[in-house]
């Protein structure tokens, strides 16, 4: 996976809690997408960042979802007063560039499961 | 906006056999690149091989080749020599190399390949 960290791996919320999901690209990469997998269901696109700066959030539901890739830092995905449905996959993926072919990079996933 | 489908159910191949995994997509963009990922149980999203638009041969990466044929706007997934271990879900997506907001990689539904002794 060419170094894209993410943390937690599993994350177990209450409904109604926050969930903080962490990414780290690889090093020298600006640009992080953000997907979430459903279960028995294929990536979806959530959002899309370069450092401080949202280029799409065309997949992002409307409300408690938000992002943000700060000048420093790693990549948060933040889910607040979470719900059963919350429960999924989420991948981080990296590249240096927007443009940049096949130079996409994965995380292992989070997953996240509402209780 | 781009669209990829993969409508196989899922696949059984004999160990050691070849299989083909088919993916379509649909795109009104000139430039762009073609993916496969395995996703095996343990939850991963694996790269697998990768083809650009205006790549004239097909891709190869060991067992793996991607059949693509551009006019039908397919890029099958053909693997040789069968193994266990590649038993796993499937996945073909796409990206628009132009860049900026459209970088981002569109995913099909996927297609659980199982691999018998």
């Known amino acids: 996976n060419a170094g894209v960290m993410q943390n937690p791996r599993h994350l177990v919320r209450r409904r109604g809690q926050e969930a903080r999901l962490r990414c780290s690209p690889v090093k020298g990469h600006s640009h992080v997408y953000w997907y979430r997998q459903l279960p028995e269901e294929g990536l979806k696109f959530m959002v899309y960042?370069?450092?401080?700066?949202?280029?799409?959030e065309s997949g992002m539901p409307k409300e408690r979802f938000s992002a943000e890739f700060p000048k420093e830092g790693p990549s948060i995905l933040r889910i607040q007063q979470v719900v059963r449905g919350d429960s999924a996959a989420y991948f981080c993926?990296?590249?240096?560039?927007?443009?940049?072919?096949?130079?996409?990079?994965f995380g292992e996933g989070s997953w996240l499961t509402v209780v | 906006a781009q669209k990829i489908t993969q409508t196989q159910p899922g696949m059984f191949v004999q160990e050691k056999e070849a299989v083909t995994l088919d993916c379509t997509y649909d795109t009104s963009d000139q430039s762009y690149g073609l993916f496969w990922y395995k996703q095996p149980s343990s939850g991963e999203m694996i790269f697998l091989i990768y083809?650009?638009?205006?790549?004239?041969q097909n891709a190869t990466e060991g067992r793996y080749s991607l059949n693509f044929q551009k006019a039908r706007k397919s890029a099958n997934l053909v693997i040789s020599a069968s193994q266990l271990g590649d038993s796993a879900m499937y996945f073909c997506a796409m990206r628009d190399l132009r860049g900026g907001a459209n970088s981002k990689l569109t995913f099909g539904k996927g297609i659980t390949l199982s691999v018998r002794p």
């Open positions: 083809q650009g638009s205006y790549d004239e």
């Open positions: 960042l370069q450092k401080e700066n949202i280029i799409d």
């Open positions: 993926a990296s590249s240096p560039r927007s443009g940049s072919g096949n130079t996409i990079y």
